[in-house]
């Protein structure tokens, strides 16, 4: 089974936003691009809009669409990772669901969970 989900890169000063799935989460204590799961007629676009406003309070627009990336979480479980560079419109960054975050460079990217 693979799950489409669509998730936001932020940029601010050459740094990535990612933030710490929290312990009501599964996977929780991991790092990601907020984002989550497409839903049945929801474009991914649609998708990543919903779910920053969701997770993070603000609202994003779509600067371009990264290219796909498919990643196993199990033998029978699949995600296809659908990241969009996003700028945030208005608003002000609050963790709904997430209990951490953190702006990361590119080498400390490969230094989180
Ligand atoms: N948002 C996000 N999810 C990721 C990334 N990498 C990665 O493996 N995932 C996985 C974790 C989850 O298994 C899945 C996203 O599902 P989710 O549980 O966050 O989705 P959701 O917000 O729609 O939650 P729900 O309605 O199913 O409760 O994708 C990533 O960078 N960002």
Not at 24 to 36: I, S, V
Not at 83 to 97: H, Q, W
Request: glycine fraction near 6%.
């Amino acid at each position: 089974m693979t799950i489409p989900v669509a998730c936001a890169v932020i940029l601010n000063d050459q740094k990535v936003l990612s933030v710490r799935r929290s312990k009501d989460m599964p996977l929780a204590g991991y790092w990601e691009f907020p984002g989550g799961k497409v839903e049945e007629d929801e474009s991914a676009e649609s998708c990543i809009v919903r779910e920053i406003e969701e997770e993070l309070g603000v609202r994003v627009r779509i600067l371009s669409s990264l290219p796909n990336h498919p990643h196993a979480l199990t033998s029978e479980k699949s995600i296809q990772l659908i990241p969009f560079l996003v700028r945030v419109e208005a608003g002000k960054i609050t963790l709904y669901e997430h209990d951490q975050l953190s702006w990361l460079g590119q080498s400390e990217l490969f230094e989180v969970n």
